[in-house]
């Protein structure tokens, strides 16, 4: 199994701070996918950076990605109280094969 | 706006029932998948679908069943319920074709069996 194991599992901080998770994964990837899952908007797509690729921007969201050590990170910045959900790496493509996810817990 | 809806939000079921998960996405993608989500395990696939009446097994078929009749439509179906089968179901869709990664999911089913 390609299966992410995500870094820290859990995660508690202040709005306005950043928030980093780290991913590893196993196998070689075309390329990778984080998504975030909360009790709102339920799972969704966040970003997703291709092999080739070293790092990527969408909004507050940084991701970059080393193929080298079979890792990426996701940086979000300027944290909201909103940002509370769990993250996913995803690897695969038909078949996506998720990480256990980093809780991210942002306090106002 | 993209979206994929799901017949329930919570189930509760009795052992040995047969369970139908419905779950229907109006954005005419071919590609449809169940996953499911226990706490520890992250989301494990158990069956997908990539197209009308096309199914293929996902990494934990076992005690499942799908069907694909319509291309909005994707069933999952527990012939004979267990209580190991207690967990949140989600299902998501995907338009096929390379330049396409991105699943839609439904906002799941957390099935309960007694």
């Known amino acids: 199994s390609q299966q992410g194991e995500e870094d820290p599992q859990a995660l508690s901080i202040q709005e306005g701070e950043n928030a980093t998770m780290n991913c590893s994964y196993k196998t070689s990837i075309n390329n990778l996918q984080w998504y975030r899952q909360n009790s709102g908007r339920g799972l969704v797509h966040l970003i997703l950076?291709?092999?080739?690729?070293r790092e990527k921007h969408s909004g507050r969201l940084r991701v970059t990605l080393d193929t080298s050590k079979k890792s990426s990170s996701l940086l979000i910045t300027a944290s909201r109280a909103a940002d509370t959900a769990s993250y996913f790496c995803v690897t695969g493509f038909q078949k996506l094969v998720f990480g256990t996810g980093t809780r991210l817990l942002v306090s106002p | 706006d993209v979206k994929v809806t799901q017949s329930s939000r919570y189930l509760v079921k009795r052992t040995g029932e047969k369970v139908f998960l419905e779950c229907v996405q109006d954005m005419d993608h071919e590609n449809m998948f169940w996953y499911r989500q226990d706490p520890g395990l992250g989301l494990r696939l158990i069956y997908f679908s990539y197209d009308v009446k096309m199914k293929e097994k996902g990494d934990i078929p076992e005690g499942y069943s799908v069907s694909r009749e319509k291309k909005e439509r994707f069933s999952l179906i527990l012939e004979s319920a267990s209580t190991n089968q207690t967990s949140m179901y989600l299902c998501?869709?995907?338009?096929?074709?390379?330049?396409?990664?991105?699943?839609?999911f439904g906002p799941g089913t957390r099935l309960t069996v007694l």
């Open positions: 998501a869709s995907r338009r096929t074709g390379l330049s396409y990664n991105e699943q839609f």
């Open positions: 950076i291709r092999s080739n690729e």
